[in-house]
Structure formats: C-alpha cells, structure tokens
Antibody, heavy 119, light 107 residues
Framework: QVQLVQSGAEVKKPGASVKVSCKTS????????ITWVRQAPGQGLEWLGW????????NYAQMVQGRVTMTTDTSTTTAYLELKSLRSDDSAVYYC????????????WGQGTLVTVSS | SYDLTQPPSVSVSPGQTARITCSGD??????AYWYQQRPGQAPVLVIY???KRPSGIPERFSGSSSGTTVTLTISGVQAEDEADYYC??????????FGPGTKVTVL
C-alpha cells in the first residue's frame, strides 16, 4: 500500500533552517511528483510547491520562493523540504503528498511534521 | 495570485444534504479537487477532477461543476462527515491553490 512517512517534530530558532523528510513506499517513485503543503495553527492549507519524482523539476509558491528547496533521493524514494531563514509565522504542520497520475490531485498524504519557530 | 472562495461554514442535520461551493475564475478551465480534514488528521482526497470519487470514498460524496463554481455535495450526512473541507485547483503553470476551507457542522 502507498505510504508517506515524515520525519519528527522540530523546534528551531528564528533565522535557522529546517529540513523535513518524506519517505515513500508502495509505488514507483519516479512516476509521481511530491507536493508540500503547510497548515499554521487554526488556519487553512497553504501550498508550498512540488517536485517531480523523475526529473527533479520544481515549482515553488511565490510566498516561499528564495527560502525553500525541495529535493528527492530516488535511491531511497525520499523527498525533502528545506526552509531557510525561519520566522515565527513559519510555525506550522508541514505535509507531503503524492501528486499526479490518473487522479492528478494530492491522493496520498504523510502524517505531517510540526515545525515550531521560537526564540 | 489566483484565489478560490468558499463559505466559512455549513450546518446540516444528520441525513440531510450538505452543499459546499467553491468559486474561482479559472475553474472552467482547470480541474477542481476536494479534501476532507478531520481535527488533528491529514487531509483526505474525496473528489478529483471535479466529479470523480477515489476508491474507498463513500458514494454520498459527489462533485459537480458549473461555470466558475464547483460544488461538493454530501448526501445523507453522517456525524463522521463533520470536518473541514477544502477545494483546490491550479493555474495554467502548475501552481496550485487551496480555498480557505469550509467547516461542516452536523447538528
């Protein structure tokens, strides 16, 4: 079965960086993309960007452009999200999800990773 | 940026029908998707490409599209359907956007 398992919670200071991993299994990694979405406490879903599982092509949301890097490791079928120059308003649950295929939407999701930015 | 509009909340009695709308200028040309999110859980895809239902999603969930508005309909609402629902679409450059979400309350 398709699974996306994310790394554990992180606490970071303002200005620091965080790297969240998303280990996938149960499907051919290079056939789909991975997208990242975050949700601040009590707020809605916010799309951050996506990365192709085959080519590594990325498309980032304008609001995090310049601070975000999405990568993949096809040998371990793992995707990564790195966010730099963290601010307090980056505190959120970060989700990875599978993108593409016949469905075309975000059909399988990770469990989420809580990132807290606090001095 | 491209915006999607949803009502903040919808209330419905058990067994009745809930309808949640999502409006956006590009919806006539782009597919819409709907996600259910229960408190403390990751979102779940309930409708894709405007009106298709993924395997495992109950038949009471359906989607439709008309012009710049798409609608998620939950027929015969059950207590377990109480959740936040988000529509999602894309612009022409594979940039994705979510609506602000609609809280469905089962009375």
């Amino acid at each position: 079965q398709v699974q996306l398992v994310q790394s554990g919670a992180e606490v970071k200071k303002p200005g620091a960086s965080v790297k969240v991993s998303c280990k996938t299994s149960g499907y051919t990694f290079t056939t789909y993309g991975i997208t990242w979405v975050r949700q601040a406490p009590g707020q809605g879903l916010e799309w951050l960007g996506w990365i192709s599982g085959s080519s590594g092509y990325t498309n980032y949301a304008q609001m995090v452009q310049g601070r975000v890097t999405m990568t993949t490791d096809t040998s371990t079928t793992t995707a990564y999200l790195e966010l730099k120059s963290l601010r307090s308003d980056d505190s959120a649950v970060y989700y990875c999800a599978r993108l593409g295929g016949v469905v075309g939407g975000f059909d399988y999701w990770g469990q989420g990773t809580l990132v807290t930015v606090s001095s | 940026s491209y915006d999607l509009t949803q009502p903040p909340s919808v209330s419905v009695s058990p067994g009745q029908t809930a309808r949640i709308t999502c409006s956006g200028d590009r919806l006539p040309k782009q597919n819409a998707y709907w996600y259910q999110q229960r408190p403390g859980q990751a979102p779940v895809l309930v409708i894709y490409k405007d009106s298709k239902r993924p395997s495992g999603i109950p038949e009471r969930f359906s989607g439709s599209s008309s012009g710049t508005t798409v609608t998620l309909t939950i027929s015969g609402v059950q207590a377990e359907d109480e959740a936040d629902y988000y529509c999602q679409s894309a612009d022409s450059s594979a940039t994705y956007v979510f609506g602000p979400g609609t809280k469905v309350t089962v009375l």
